[in-house]
């Protein structure tokens, strides 16, 4: 697959912020988008057609988010495109799940725009090495973030129960619309 151009308002490696900045676009002009946190209790998820893959076609992220609308998927990373139907997206992202142990299979977090509004901050800490620097150059706006909230990335992320949200399997993500 050939690399599209980013899109003007996006940063490589902050795909929480990139897909917020979506979704608050997309929810502006009338939408009811989800943000939607892929990862696993390894926190070890294998994605294909992604801007950063490997020679193999794939990489692996701690966790990746992306915006679904309308039964599609709105992926900033995705060299298949953006946005994508639902089904095409799964088929270009996840083309060998169950073809390793299964607790490396994704797991999707689905978050409603309105409670993802509410309650999701990023102080961008994960972003930062042990001695302060960058690990990847931050974006050009303000982190996600209020007056004495907390960095509450880690509970969005989290792929067990409790936390915003609901948690579901490739194949009931896939299934719904």
Do not use: K
């Not at 979506?22 to 009338?30: C, F, H, S």
């Not at 298949?80 to 607790?103: D, K, Y």
């Amino acid at each position: 697959m050939t690399a599209l151009s980013p899109p003007p308002d996006y940063q490589p490696f902050y795909c929480e912020e990139n897909a917020w900045r979506l979704a608050a676009r997309l929810a502006a002009a009338g939408g009811a988008p989800q943000l939607v946190f892929i990862s696993n209790p390894l926190q070890q998820v294998v994605l294909f057609a992604q801007r950063a893959a490997n020679a193999h076609g794939y990489v692996v992220w701690d966790y990746h988010v992306v915006v679904r609308a309308d039964g599609w998927i709105h992926d900033l990373d995705c060299t298949a495109g953006s946005p994508l139907p639902l089904a095409a997206w799964i088929a270009a992202s996840f083309p060998h799940v169950g073809q390793a142990p299964p607790q490396y299979d994704p797991l999707f977090r689905v978050v409603p725009w309105a409670v993802a509004q509410g309650e999701f901050t990023s102080d961008r800490r994960h972003m930062r090495a042990a001695d302060g620097a960058w690990l990847q150059p931050p974006p050009p706006w303000p982190p996600i973030s209020r007056p004495a909230a907390p960095h509450r990335l880690p509970d969005f992320v989290a792929m067990g129960p409790g936390g915003p949200g609901r948690v579901v399997d490739l194949a009931t993500f896939g299934s719904e619309t």
